[in-house]
């Protein structure tokens, strides 16, 4: 009995030391996990994972998304797939930025990542608790997860991953988005999970895998090989994004979840999560590539389309067979073939380019990271403005450097010659007509086409000016391309598009002097191989800078509910009214966003000179007037003009020399001094109104306003004195330039009166109320605003006079154009006409076009050229006396 009392004795004296020991070496608490990654690597690993993870970018605008979250959340970051370079990438980063980084992996297990210590920790921790429940330790079921969560760490899960789903499905273990959700509906705060991905291969998926995808992993899921080899070898390649968090407590609250239990919350949740990240990754690659061919036969084998063209063979005695060639024919005509490896030819080609011709390409990283974002919603439309063949190059050019796919581009048939037209095609561009008119097949094919791009979820450019501007400023938008895209959307080819006005302005246009001989009545040359040769010409010297802004982007899902209409309903006339309305709208937003150039103001200031010479001090003192507006309205300035605005100046006024635009009246003055005359060059004046129209959105309202003034022939007057004569303006110049529906023409003159106080223009007069007093220099200055509609007044004074020569219907659209621009060359000649840029075909077209809706046709509607006839003659005698 003594040796067996000894023998307890000892083996209970062996258990309190084993129990010391097990305590000493988990100090005060027992809750061990492989789960939880403390940081402490061997220092080896450590300096591996450090060098790996620096080698990817992480961009600010990822680092916001974090920053943005209350500090009282708790975050949660979520992959789609279970990925353990990912957790250490976000655990080393965050946590070098002092953001909350991930420490807890759920489903993880750092086996070969912790220390000799720890391991022995965690295998002490598990087996005690074995001997005392016959079970192991779970982090889920213990409550370690949730306690960890709450005391501030950060916490890692995957969305995707085999092995952990037949443990959820078949084995019932713990979900980790079952925890969180449980956890959220226990606390206040909120959990935050943002959804994460690192993306190797930027390329989009194509349909069929290679034996490369097979051996390797795709590009959507790369093997562990093929992620080493591109973040050795191409790390620059490699794409960090974070989407928006989600919160929780709201997602759980929506009136379709809450009513769910927390088993099938949690099903909503990760499907959820796994859709955002898929768009994500979408935004970046682009949606799966499918060949020309296969687009074609999804197309034309579409049950709506095979319907539509046996009723057209039908109607038009045609065989269904001829229909079907003709149909298949016309997708050859217009569809893309697009190419990756044509697309990074062109990028490598591009970027050497456009080094060679310009001085600098200026952006703005956060409109293009607010484009990105909604394009993880919806495809893209992008509508830039069309003032360069370039406009086509640079903008996808822009979007493939910056990490999005390149857009689907609407080009002209013009441009689909040899050998650039199977370029295009490769870079993503499709061909159109330039009319669709007696062409109801070709026009049913273009619309499918469409609607296929939309529903694959690529991102579409077109021009809604339908050409280049010849003359500097927007063109009326042309709504056919923007009815058929809003149609696709109405015939559900997606849920919803963004619509993004893009403004593209060139301190120096290439195509200036063919523009020139356009607009003066020259023949526009079509583009030919020949001409592309000849294009060699302007890599030998530099253009400026180019500036590139993207506006808001604008949803049509929710423009259709503002304006409260159902378009399914609407008849052929109201639908093209709403689409005119919303190209207004894209429109005014380009130009709302313009930039405006130091060329621009310096064309102004040079031609809105009474005469044909000027003083240095005379155009300095306009550029200055001009320049305090345009800081009024908080317009966007080039980066030159905010830095150095005299230098800049300075050497926009040398650049105009070197080009002979203007030249010095004494050739034999050395320095260029406040009183140097300048002659402006008659032949290059068209130039240079081509590039004062570039900024004339900014000054229009106060160019009405100011005529308005002017014309009340009164040193005092009210507001409500310059409502009729404005009102009258801006109608007559609807095709020249863009009023806002939203705005009044009360609340335009208000602002414009507000403009001419703060640079002393005006001073309100303090015997009565609304009334405004014209200053000793203001009525200078009032008619610098005024002199910018004067080329428009004489041309649509030459309109008036043909209309008044011939009678209705004697000439029809160029014809007519070209009659009224020889009556100009006659008028100018007599010097009846003063300004050479006011022979402009493009403002007589607009003249012409307005003035047959408006009454006069021709010769009998003498009664109203004659009111028109007065008016302008009366404008024109302001601003030139």
Known sequence: MELFQKLKDIIKKSRLKLRRLVDCMLGNTYNYFLCFYPGDSGYFIQKLIKRLANKLNFDDHNIEKIKNIDKDSIVVYASKNKRVFNFLYYHVKLKSLGLPYPQIGFDFR??????????????????????????????????????????????????????????????????????????????????????????????????????????????????????????????????????????????????????????????????????????QRKSITGPVLKSRQEITEDILTRKSLREYLAEYASQNNLTLRKTHKKAAGYIKEIASNYNLQVINLANRLLTWAFKNIFEDLVLNQKEI???????????????????????????????????????????????????????????????????????????????????????????????????????????????????????????????????????????????????????EGGKKKPE???????????????????????????????????????????????????????????????????????HGIIASAVLNCSKNSFAKKQMIARVNTYMNMLTFMNAELSETLLIDPDNTLKSVINDFISRNFIELADEDEDDITEHTVFIVKDNKRAILDYYKNSVISFFVNFAYTAVAILETDRFVFSSSDLVLRYKFLEKIFTDEFFFDEETTYEENISICIKGFINDGILVPDSSELDMFRITSQGLRKLKWFAAFLQPFFESYKTALLYFEKYESGKHKGKERVKKIHSIGTKLYKGKIIILKESLSQVNYKNAANYFTKNGVNGSKDHIQIEYYKNILDRLILLIAS
């Open 110 to 279: 750092f086996f070969f990542l912790l220390s000799i210590k720890r391991l022995f920790q965690i295998f002490l921790c598990h087996m005690d608790h074995f001997f005392h429940y016959f079970h192991f330790k779970d982090p889920y079921t213990t409550g370690y997860a949730t306690k960890e969560l709450l005391n501030g760490r950060s916490g890692f899960v995957c969305l995707i991953e085999e092995e952990d789903f037949y443990k959820r499905f078949i084995k019932s273990t713990p979900d980790p988005l079952f925890l969180l959700i449980e956890l959220q509906k226990s606390i206040d705060k909120s959990v935050m999970i943002i959804p994460e991905d690192i993306i190797y291969v930027t390329k989009p998926m194509r349909k069929d895998p290679t034996i490369a995808d097979i051996l390797f992993g795709t590009h959507e899921k790369p093997g562990i090989i093929k992620r080493f080899f591109i973040i050795l070898r191409r790390p620059e390649k490699i794409r960090v994004e974070l989407a928006n968090p989600v919160n929780l407590n709201e997602f759980i609250n929506r009136p379709e979840i809450e009513q769910l239990d927390s088993e099938f919350q949690t099903h909503k949740l990760r499907s959820h999560l796994v859709d955002i990240l898929n768009r």
């Open 369 to 519: 990271n607010r484009m990105r974002e909604k394009s993880t919603q919806a495809p893209l439309i992008l509508v830039p403005c069309h003032k360069s063949h370039l406009d086509y190059l640079l903008l996808p050019y822009v979007m493939f450097s910056n990490n999005m796919p390149c857009p689907h581009v609407a080009a002209g048939k013009n441009l689909s010659f040899w050998p650039l037209g199977p370029l295009f095609r490769g870079a993503g561009a499709f061909f159109m007509r330039r009319t669709f008119i007696g062409a109801p097949l070709y026009s049913k094919i273009f619309s499918a086409y469409l609607e296929k791009l939309l529903y694959e979820g690529f991102n579409i450019k077109i021009f809604i000016e339908g050409g280049r501007s010849r003359t500097g400023k927007l063109l009326t938008p042309k709504p056919g391309g923007l009815a058929m895209l809003i149609n696709a959307y109405n015939n559900g080819a997606c849920d919803n598009l963004y619509f993004v006005p893009i403004f593209i302005g060139y301190d120096h246009v290439l195509e200036e002097d063919a523009y020139l001989k356009e607009i």
């Open 528 to 598: 030919t191989l020949k001409g592309l040769i000849k294009a060699r010409k302007f890599l030998k010297k530099k253009y400026g800078k180019v500036y590139m802004k993207f506006n808001e982007p604008i949803s049509i899902k929710n423009y259709i509910k503002e304006k409260n209409i159902d378009l399914s309903k609407t008849s052929n006339e109201e639908y093209m009214q709403f689409v005119k309305s919303f190209g207004y709208k894209l429109i005014n937003a380009i130009n709302t966003n313009a930039v405006a150039t130091p």
